[in-house]
């Protein structure tokens, strides 16, 4: 029975995990381009990804919502299509008026990061960009919607695929905009902001077509009113979506501080913690996808009532997520020159050696990364948010966060003390939350 788990739960999460990495591709072909670029650009676009990612990842907390809800739903009866269709479409009204609301405050960047002690030429050239990148806001969280939509019917492959073309258009695109190629004008960083928005909305509307035209998907009729909803649904579906919306803020929170601390030391600082984290956040990807699979299978498991299932769906989740990500961890250790020197072909560059110290950190925080974002969905499959989010908190921002600042500020670690700070928290929250479902379980458990 382990090993059919293990293989449903690999047949689910392996397109999740395709399409995870090549949204995160997206991203990391903005950082590939602003690296050769320039430091000054490099800088900024990291200050204004801190930024950008912390309100983004609340809006993909709050879309979470839709799986768990739909394979509930689908576990109890899998013919229940307006349950489905009701979880899709609360989902687009709420992250749709957060995604409006988002995207309001990013008209004010500067503010918010010279508020946050940003140096002001650093604030003044993240700015722009972030502005520019703001109008992917939307249509990349509305995506993240029907996405979840297509897991929840065990049907991730279209999603992926598109996802993939996408990088690729995104590269052709943001390589014209940033370097004045292809006919286009050297903008730089707000040309790797403008190309992303562009390269998001196309992704949208691709999904959208293939969701209206396949008659698997078109069968829950999800175009058919889907900005009406009532407010029994809304705060039903706010209920789940809200504390894994927290949940993960609290996460992004902790690393966008972190920015900031590597910010306030200094523009080497914070393009070397980029590039070590842009390693890190591309690994993330494959547990982050693991995790969402977990949350479909437990809830499918729990929807039919089936605890012990559901108890196995997610333990076999936790094993295959820690289990990558202990080899992932090997790999920064031993490869952390390679892999910086893909990013930054400079080695004598201030830059590169942080940068490689910084990612030799992330080999210790690697399998607690893992264990407490497939916790997260597993317990998210049991419609458990609010505990799992005060739980995550304490290790983010009672252990993490004063950690990193002691260590980074005030003692002589710098940037190597806020990396510290970042493993003390995964590895506090991880312990916290794999307790929490064996607890949970072991209770449902009783007759």
Known sequence: MIVTEARATVALALPIVGTQLAQMAIHTTDVLLLARYSETALAAAAVGMSLFYFLWVMGLGLSMATPAIAAQALGRNPDDRDGVRQAVHDGLIL?????????LLLA??????????????????????????????????????????TAALERPRPAMLLTFLAVALNLLVNYGLVYGRLGLPELGAVGA????????????????AI????????????????WRSSWPRLRAYLRIGLPIALTLGAEIGLFSAAAMLMGRLGATEIAAHQLALQWAAIAFMVPMGISQAATVRVGLAIGARDVAAARRAGWVALALGVGFMASTGLLFWN???????????????????LAVAYLSWAALFAMADGAQAVANGALRGLKDTAMPMLLACIGYWLVGLPVAVWLGLYGELRG???????????????LLLVWRFQWLTTRLLRP
């Open 335 to 353: 490869a952390a020159p390679w892999l910086i020197g893909l990013f930054l072909p400079e080695p004598a560059s201030p830059v590169f050696a």
């Open 95 to 103: 992250v749709g008026l957060y995604g409006l609301l988002a995207m």
């Open 193 to 208: 902001g403008i190309g992303s928005s562009l390269v998001n909305l196309l992704t949208l509307l691709a999904l959208g």
């Open 108 to 149: 004010f960047s500067e503010t918010l990061l010279l508020l946050a002690g940003q140096q002001p030429a650093l604030a003044a050239e993240a700015a722009p960009f972030l502005q520019a990148l703001s109008f992917s806001f939307l249509p990349s969280l509305w995506f993240m919607v029907l996405r979840h939509f």
């Open 211 to 226: 969701l209206a035209r396949d008659p698997g998907f078109a069968a829950y009729r999800l175009s058919r009113g889907w």
């Open 416 to 430: 190597i003390g806020v990396w510290i700070g970042l493993s003390a928290s995964l590895i506090v929250a991880a």
